[in-house]
């Protein structure tokens, strides 16, 4: 899968990572020359200093054959141009865009070109939130109008988890664990992974299986 990001920050680094560690075809689209330079040394992957809102810029990270664009800047603006630049012109099958602003989540699915959007603010509320009402579990991140979501969980010294390979806890089918976190590394599990007191764990599910899996790790 070719997907080409636009926001070389933090963000940005992580999702490249991730995607280039599941063998997936990465192109990063940043701004500032000097952070450019330090993805390329860092990342194994195309990286390229232009504007992501830009026609040319695009072409020239080759849109017209990306899968997916993910637009993750700090300027709502930018990302709903590029997400719009990236459907219409390009025809790229899927877009995502970072929203700082709730109040613009509505706005870009009206004007178009924006099949899923993240909003860090509505996040970070959440996990105020979550952390005050369940200390266990938290809500990363809401697709499908709630019905999907990546929650974060650590393996406490009296979970059922703890100690087990992945494939032994028989998770619903609904539920997925995508990556854990161990001793500040990051882990791409799969059935034999031994989960381990500490462990935080990523996962994806439906909100109706959320409290299964809370029970369950």
């Known amino acids: ?14 999702l490249s ?25 860092s990342l194994n992957t195309v990286v390229i200093n232009g504007d992501g809102t830009s026609l040319q810029t695009l072409t020239d990270a080759e849109a017209q054959n ?11 603006q930018d990302n709903l141009v590029a997400c719009q630049l990236a459907h219409h012109h390009f025809k790229v099958p899927r877009t995502i865009a970072r929203v700082g602003n709730p109040q613009n989540r509505e706005l ?17 509320s959440s996990l105020v939130e979550e952390k005050v009402s369940l200390k266990d ?13 990546i929650v974060e969980t650590e393996v406490g010294e009296d ?39 500490k462990d935080k764990v990523l996962a994806l599910t439906t909100a109706q299986k959320k409290s299964v899996l809370q029970e369950m790790i």
């Open 137 to 149: 579990m938290i809500t990363l991140l809401t697709f499908e109008e709630g019905e999907v979501v």
């Open 17 to 41: 990572k991730a995607l280039l560690y599941n063998k997936h075809q990465v192109t990063i689209i940043e701004e500032e020359s000097e952070r450019c330079n330090c993805l390329v040394k």
């Open 66 to 76: 990306a899968d997916v664009l993910v637009a993750l800047t700090g300027r709502d």
């Open 1 to 14: 899968m070719k997907v080409i990001i636009i926001g070389g920050g933090k963000i940005g680094d992580f």
């Open 108 to 124: 870009f699915q009206k004007l178009g070109g924006v099949n899923t959007t993240v909003c860090t603010t509505e996040i970070i």
């Open 159 to 197: 979970s059922p988890a703890r100690g087990q390979k992945i494939m032994e806890l028989n998770l619903p089918q609904e539920c997925v664990i995508i990556s854990v976190f161990r001793e500040s590394h990051m882990i791409f599990p799969h059935g034999e992974t031994i989960l381990k007191m």
